[in-house]
């Protein structure tokens, strides 16, 4: 089994400082930055859009991925353009042509991702799976860093666990993520965190990273 992951999100950083977030995420050793795309629609917030993601992805070579929580109805084009790892959609935002969407994010070069937001239930999925790298498990409702992870979501982490058996689906668990919460996460069955607030006002980043990496998976 690999090794976890662990990204910042990046839209946890402060917007004065991006270039030096940047640098602090590559000194911790974690292994990828997370960029939180937010329309105002999908969600009650506006993040950032593709250029802040290619202005970045053009001075680090941390892999990107973009978790989208925003309206699907004029593409992502904009998205699929960009050097990025891993492009995740919102399970609520698919509609009919959920399936495309994501074959197409994988024929451009990017892995698949597929979110839940907490109210969606873990069964949602099943009809996806052939369609998709990674499934993230949000652990409080999209739209804001520096809220509290829900609790109640840590079943919910087991039971996509098994949904996804042998399949080599990465699963991804953001929000609220801290030091008090990360372990339990894991020992629940995901092997990707995202964290925001927590590891930009973490005393030692690079310590914790090593423990996540370190940490026994499921
Ligand atoms: C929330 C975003 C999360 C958030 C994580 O909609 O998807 O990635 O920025 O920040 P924390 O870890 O502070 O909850
Ligand atoms: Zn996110």
């Known amino acids: 089994m690999s090794p976890n992951r662990v990204s910042p999100s990046i839209f946890a950083a402060d917007f004065w400082a991006l270039g030096e977030a940047v640098r602090l995420c590559e000194?911790?050793?974690v292994d990828?930055?997370?960029y939180d795309v937010?329309?105002?629609h999908f969600v009650p917030n506006i993040s950032f859009g593709p250029k802040m993601i290619a202005d970045l992805c053009a001075r680090t070579s941390l892999p990107a991925d973009v978790h989208l929580?925003?309206?699907?109805?004029?593409g992502i084009e904009d998205y699929l353009s960009l050097?990025?790892?891993?492009?995740?959609?919102?399970?609520?935002?698919?509609?009919?042509?959920?399936h495309n969407?994501?074959?197409?994010?994988?024929?451009?070069?990017?892995?698949?991702?597929?979110?839940?937001?907490?109210?969606?239930?873990?069964?949602?999925?099943e009809p996806y799976l052939d369609d998709i790298d990674l499934i993230l498990v949000m652990t409080v409702e999209p739209g804001f860093s520096g809220q509290k992870f829900m609790p109640e979501m840590l079943s919910k982490i087991s039971e996509i666990?098994?949904?996804?058996?042998?399949?080599?689906?990465?699963?991804?668990?953001?929000?609220?993520v801290n030091r008090e919460t990360y372990q339990k996460v894991?020992?629940?069955?995901?092997?990707?965190?995202?964290?925001?607030?927590?590891?930009?006002?973490?005393?030692?980043?690079?310590?914790?990273?090593?423990?996540?990496?370190?940490?026994q998976t499921a």
């Open 27 to 29: 000194e911790a050793g």
């Open 32 to 34: 990828g930055i997370h």
């Open 38 to 40: 937010m329309d105002n």
């Open 69 to 74: 929580m925003i309206d699907l109805h004029r």
């Open 83 to 98: 050097p990025v790892e891993i492009i995740t959609l919102h399970l609520e935002s698919l509609g009919k042509e959920g």
């Open 101 to 125: 969407l994501l074959k197409t994010i994988r024929q451009r070069g990017k892995k698949a991702g597929l979110s839940l937001k907490p109210a969606t239930p873990a069964v949602a999925v």
């Open 161 to 176: 666990r098994k949904i996804i058996a042998d399949r080599e689906i990465l699963l991804q668990v953001d929000g609220g």
């Open 186 to 215: 894991l020992k629940a069955g995901a092997n990707f965190l995202v964290i925001g607030s927590a590891f930009f006002a973490d005393s030692d980043p690079k310590n914790w990273a090593k423990q996540i990496h370190e940490e």
